[in-house]
T-cell receptor, first 115, second 115 residues
Framework: GAVVSQHPSRVICKSGTSVKIECRSL??????MFWYRQFPKQSLMLMATSNEGSKATYEQGVEKDKFLINHASLTLSTLTVTSAHPEDSSFYIC???????????FGPGTRLTVL | AQTVTQSQPEMSVQEAETVTLSCTYD???????LFWYKQPPSRQMILVIRQEAYKQQNATENRFSVNFQKAAKSFSLKISDSQLGDAAMYFCAYRGGGSNYKLTFGKGTLLTVNP
C-alpha cells in the first residue's frame, strides 16, 4: 500500500527558532499533499494544500509567512514553522493524494513542542 | 461551505457487540465522497471506509458498514463484533467531487471498547 512518512516524529525547540517538518510519499508520486494541525482531543484542521511545482494554497486564517510550505518534488513536501512560539505547539499531520485511486494517505504526524 | 457534524463526543461498547457512530453533513454539491477515519492512540489516521455519493449501495468493509442516507445527509458507521483494537477516535469526513481532494472533518467520536 501507499506509505507516507514524516520526519521528525517529535521535535522540541526554543521560542523564536524555526523548525522544518518533512513529509514524504515513499512508494508513489504525489502532486498534491496537505498539511493539517491537530490540537489535543480535537479534530484535524486543514492548514494548506501543497502543490508540486507551485505555491501552496493556505486556508483562511493560516499565516503563510509563518508556516512556509515547499513542495519541491513529487515525493517531498516540507512545512517550516518560522519564529516558533509556544502557541505553535501542536501535532502536525501531512497527507498525500495517490492519483491512482485518488485516495488520501496520512503520515504518522509530528509533535512540535515550543518552549 | 460544507460542514460535518458528529453529535456523539464519546461512545462505549462491550466487546463483541455492535455500535453505531453518527455523522451528518451539509452540502449543496451533488457529487461528493464521505469517509470514516480511525485515529488510534498512535495518532496514525487510518481509512476505515469510504462512500461515493452517487452509489446507492451502502459500503461495507468486513465488520464495518455504513448507513448512507443521501436525502437526510446522514452517514453513520456501524461496527459489528467490536474488538478491543477498535478503540480509537473516529472521524467522519467529507470531500467534494472532481479534483478537489480537501477533506472536511467532523469533531470526532471517541470509542471505548469494554472487555
Amino acid at each position: 500500500g501507499a506509505v507516507v512518512s514524516q520526519h521528525p516524529s517529535r521535535v522540541i525547540c526554543k521560542s523564536g527558532t524555526s523548525v522544518k517538518i518533512e513529509c514524504r510519499s515513499l512508494d508513489f508520486q504525489a502532486t498534491t499533499m496537505f498539511w493539517y494541525r491537530q490540537f489535543p482531543k480535537q479534530s484535524l484542521m486543514l492548514m494548506a494544500t501543497s502543490n508540486e511545482g507551485s505555491k501552496a494554497t493556505y486556508e483562511q486564517g493560516v499565516e503563510k509567512d509563518k508556516f512556509l510550505i515547499n513542495h519541491a518534488s513529487l515525493t517531498l513536501s516540507t512545512l517550516t514553522v518560522t519564529s516558533a512560539h509556544p502557541e505553535d505547539s501542536s501535532f502536525y499531520i501531512c497527507s498525500a493524494i495517490w492519483t491512482v485511486n485518488n485516495e488520501q494517505f496520512f503520515g504518522p504526524g509530528t509533535r512540535l513542542t515550543v518552549l | 461551505a460544507q460542514t460535518v457534524t458528529q453529535s456523539q463526543p464519546e461512545m462505549s461498547v462491550q466487546e463483541a457487540e455492535t455500535v453505531t457512530l453518527s455523522c451528518t453533513y451539509d452540502t449543496s454539491e451533488s457529487d461528493y465522497y464521505l469517509f470514516w477515519y480511525k485515529q488510534p492512540p498512535s495518532r496514525q489516521m487510518i481509512l476505515v471506509i469510504r462512500q461515493e455519493a452517487y452509489k446507492q449501495q451502502n459500503a461495507t468493509e468486513n465488520r464495518f458498514s455504513v448507513n448512507f442516507q443521501k436525502a437526510a445527509k446522514s452517514f453513520s458507521l456501524k461496527i459489528s463484533d467490536s474488538q478491543l483494537g477498535d478503540a480509537a477516535m473516529y472521524f467522519c469526513a467529507y470531500r467534494g467531487g472532481g479534483s478537489n481532494y480537501k477533506l472536511t472533518f467532523g469533531k470526532g467520536t471517541l470509542l471505548t471498547v469494554n472487555p
